[in-house]
């Protein structure tokens, strides 16, 4: 089933996306760069009030991108892709940028009032752009299983593995521990989550960003070596790499794809949730979310690993283990609580993101029956949340190939029906970039 949904032709559909929206929006994630961290900052003084706001929405949107995949997803594709794959998740990246920015923007477009707050994402504008309910439905099913369900393991079983390997904690403990603080946090609705996200996000990627550098300066002089292997080895001029620049390519596109979320969708149902005054604006802001996943948080994990070697040692598929083993060259016996701690966290604040996308999920299918915020859809949620905490306990159980394996059913799925409604509805978001462009 990985080999399906994860097949050339979804590959070369979202890189073929991202491609036509760069420039159909003539490079968008370049030239509006400096207005996107202003926007990040900024107050919309003339926004409504009734959702989070832009800043939060940016946070809840890049807890849901920064999760393991920026600590083991990043480590495995160097083990199997070689060094090469940190180059093509970069140019993901920078396509991906594009994408996010579409996605957002029709989500902004086409959001619809809930009893708290806004609501919408894919399903919404794939019902009122394209005029496909049935289709708006499905993607909403497909979303609640996919990221509430079946990726809810991924983020569990990553964190359950650093918590055996650096304290020896049995991995059901760490599932119920997840369980307990998710249900904490998600009782008190969006805006909680929202503002959890928003301490706990900024604060866990500075602070790993911050271990990568004192790391790396630690072996600088690797520095321009391990630069100039991730180039040589993305087109095979590596003599030891020079085989695997098939493996770079896939690995590091695969890992990309899944840890920025760009045209999945995830990003775009967190958008809808803002109260900003214009539409593009939350297009911006979640397009600088990309860069801060792949090009910083993600480049930080790579750096550690291939400035210290550590990738050259077999750790037995436990993939986790070369980043836990980079920060020991440099903190003898601290590197295993580091990294078991920073993919809790991570780990954490995904779930509360996958969770609040499936609760819109569950609010848009019944919104479309008028019974919005109604006691049904309250008894959903709960019967919802059943699922979702069994699915975390599963995960922490799990084989991590298995897991993964998951994860990429998961993603897959959703992104098919996403990524051609972006392609269709793209006009939509290219005239709110107009009229943007027209007020700066």
């Known amino acids: 089933m990985n080999a399906v949904v994860w097949s050339p032709a979804l590959i070369v559909l979202l890189i073929g996306a991202g491609l036509y929206f760069s420039l159909r929006t003539r490079f968008v994630q370049v030239r509006k760069l400096p207005l996107m961290v202003r926007l990040l900052f900024s107050k919309n003084k003339n926004a409504d009030g009734k959702g ?14 920064v999760g393991t995949g920026n600590i083991v997803g990043v480590a495995t594709a160097i083990a199997i892709g070689g060094p090469g794959a940190v180059f093509w998740m970069w140019v993901i990246a920078f396509i991906g940028a594009s994408t996010a920015f579409i996605e957002s923007t029709l989500a902004q477009l086409y959001k619809f009032p809930h009893a708290n ?7 919404s504008y794939i019902e009122r752009g394209l005029g496909q309910r049935w289709l708006g439905i499905l993607f909403a099913i497909l979303t609640i299983i996919g990221y509430g369900v079946l990726l809810a393991a991924v983020q569990t079983n990553g964190t359950a593995g650093a918590f055996e390997n650096a304290f020896g904690i049995p991995p059901l403990w760490s599932g119920a521990g997840v369980v307990l603080l998710l249900i904490l946090v998600t009782i008190g609705g969006l805006r909680r989550i929202a503002k959890v996200a928003s301490i706990i996000t900024p604060f866990m990627a500075i602070a790993y960003v911050l271990m990568a550098i004192i790391v790396i300066c630690a072996h600088i002089d690797t520095v321009p070596g391990a630069l100039a292997l991730i180039f040589r080895s993305a087109f095979g001029a590596d003599p030891v790499f020079g085989g695997m620049v098939g493996s770079a390519i896939a690995m590091g596109v695969k890992r990309g794809l899944f840890s920025n979320e760009a045209g999945q969708g995830g990003g775009a149902i967190v958008s809808a949730s803002a109260s900003v005054d214009q539409s593009a604006k939350q297009g911006l802001v979640q ?10 948080v993600c480049t930080a994990t790579a750096l550690m690993i291939l400035c210290t070697g550590t990738y050259t040692t077999d750790m037995g598929g436990n993939y986790v283990a070369y980043t836990q083993t980079a920060i020991d060259t440099v903190f003898s016996g601290f590197g295993s609580g580091f990294v078991a701690i920073a993919l809790a966290f991570f780990a954490f604040t995904t779930l509360m993101a996958y969770y609040f996308y499936a609760e819109s999920s569950l609010s848009y299918l019944f919104e479309t029956r008028g019974h919005n915020g109604t006691k049904g859809e ?49 006009p939509q978001a290219l005239k709110a970039l107009k009229g943007l462009e027209k007020t700066k």
């Open 52 to 65: 989070v706001s832009s800043f939060e929405a940016f946070c809840l949107a890049l807890s849901g991108r």
């Open 287 to 296: 397009a600088f979310s990309v860069y801060i996943d792949t090009l910083l």
């Open 117 to 123: 707050g806004w609501r919408g994402g894919p399903y």
């Open 378 to 426: 309250r008894f959903a949620l709960w019967i919802y949340r059943g699922f979702l905490f069994a699915a975390i306990l599963g995960g922490a159980c799990t084989q991590a190939a298995t897991a993964w394996t998951i994860g990429d059913i998961g993603v897959g799925i959703t992104t098919w029906i996403n990524v051609i409604a972006l392609l269709i509805l793209c």
